[in-house]
């Protein structure tokens, strides 16, 4: 398997299917208050890869134990949408032709595409997400979020599972599987 830029060799795409972390955190919920108990400010702003469990807050990574030794990524708000950090994301995965966005002066992801997509005073974006149309402003990129970009490979990995299998006639009316 060839490594992709960026990636280590553990976390990178196996087979076009999907990791199981990555499905994991797009079901996680961010920004909710934190199930430890703490403070109104105890939101849940961390996802542990190796637990691939529910998200949780700061002071339980400080506090608890549990995750010392593992790859525990923070997201963060930008746009009221969860991203992560482009360069703290594009060590445990690919990704290319994601669109990045400027917040805080750091370079972000977002997790899932954000809700409205205004356009700016008339003029037509230059490209569109190939997942759900949000509004590109870089024409190498083609999906807006980790989850668009997770979707479409979902879907590209399904469509080409599938074996084709045919029988053809030949002169003298007998049938030849292609298999």
Known sequence: MEEQEGVGEEEGKKGGAVEAWI??????EFYTQ???GGSNRCETNMFCIDCM???FCEKCKMEGKQHSEH????????????CFR???IKTRMDISSIQSFINNSHHVIYIRPRKSNGHRNGVQPVNRCVVCSWELKSEGDIYCSISCKVAESKFLFFFFSFEV???VMT???NLVSSD
């Open 23 to 28: 499905e994991s955190l797009l079901e996680a």
């Open 34 to 36: 934190c199930e430890c």
């Open 53 to 55: 469990g529910k998200a």
């Open 71 to 82: 790859r525990v990524i923070q997201v963060y708000k930008s746009s009221h949408a969860t």
């Open 86 to 88: 482009k360069q703290d």
């Open 165 to 167: 299998v045919f029988d």
């Open 171 to 173: 002169a003298d009316g």
